[in-house]
């Protein structure tokens, strides 16, 4: 669809909700609000959750997550598109189906399966389904050294050489991008690894932030990325400027004391620093 002065770009999130407003599609919206594009919400999942951990999970039925994505592509100009926290393999078969069928935009998977608090957030035999039906339509795909474990049956990555392999070997499933974060790991710097099938890698490091604030992180850097790619950046540049804006959320929120356990990343840090009108 042609650009039309005053059509602000939209950015879709696919995912769960976060009762507790940290992660899930609580994050993405606030994140998408924050770097300018207007965010659409597909709710996949609720969860009863807080900092602490996550207490209860109700799907939403495959056929009306269809409806939602249905209705939001009838009327929005949709940019880009990012996949969440699915929770079971219908889930995931269906959201296969709307990005197959639909002309989203860029499309970020992001294969959510555990939260920070070590909670479940997709069923065992969901990760067949993300494997080798999912990554396979993804222009992007965003895990973590856990979830990429997971996904190639190997022991977590250890060494930037093993992220990187690692890395190659999920590119090897389909997607046309991996960003392997490594934010999980140990050292002075958090380092993520892209690797695009055209065969370009590249290494991205910024200092490691000490604070029990990390709720949200993945679902944040994954939006990130998301409403950059809806602005139309090129993908190397939308995943730089994306880790860039996580780790500012990362730093501002160091000091927030939301919760008891792992708070939030602070997704409006730029906005705060603009009073509101009087």
Avoid at 179 to 198: E, F, N, P, S, Y
Avoid at 208 to 232: E, K, M, P, Q, V
Wanted: with cysteine.
């Amino acid at each position: 669809m042609a650009d039309v002065p005053g059509r602000q770009p939209v950015a879709l999130t696919i995912a769960g909700s976060d009762s507790s407003g940290g992660a899930g599609i609580q994050a993405d919206l606030k994140t998408f609000t924050a770097l300018g594009v207007y965010g659409a919400s597909v709710v996949t999942a609720l969860t009863a959750q807080n900092t602490c951990g996550v207490s209860g999970v109700l799907g939403v039925p495959s056929a009306f997550i269809v409806r939602q994505v249905d209705a939001v592509a009838a009327d929005l100009d949709v940019r880009a598109v990012k996949t969440g926290m699915l929770g079971d393999a219908a889930t995931v078969a269906a959201v296969a189906a709307i990005l197959a069928t639909h002309s989203l935009g860029p499309r970020v998977v992001d294969p959510v399966m555990v939260a920070t608090s070590g909670d479940i957030l997709l069923e065992h035999d969901a990760i067949e389904a993300v494997r080798h039906v999912l990554l396979p339509l993804a222009d992007l795909a965003t895990p973590n050294l856990d979830e990429a474990a997971k996904l190639l049956v190997r022991p977590v990555a250890r060494t930037i050489a093993e992220v990187e392999a690692q890395a190659v070997s999920i590119l090897e499933l389909g997607p046309r991008a991996v960003l392997l974060k490594g934010g999980h790991g140990d050292g002075d710097q958090a380092v993520d690894v892209l690797v695009t099938a055209a065969g370009h890698t590249w290494r991205l490091a910024l200092p490691r932030i000490d604070t029990r604030n990390t709720h949200g992180t993945g679902c944040t850097l994954s939006a990130a990325i998301t409403a950059f790619l809806a602005l139309g950046l090129p993908l190397d540049e939308a995943v730089r400027r994306g880790k860039a804006f996580v780790w500012q959320a990362l730093t501002h929120g160091a000091s927030l004391t939301l919760g008891e356990g792992s708070g939030p990343v602070d997704h409006l840090f730029a906005i705060r620093k603009h009073p509101a009108p009087q």
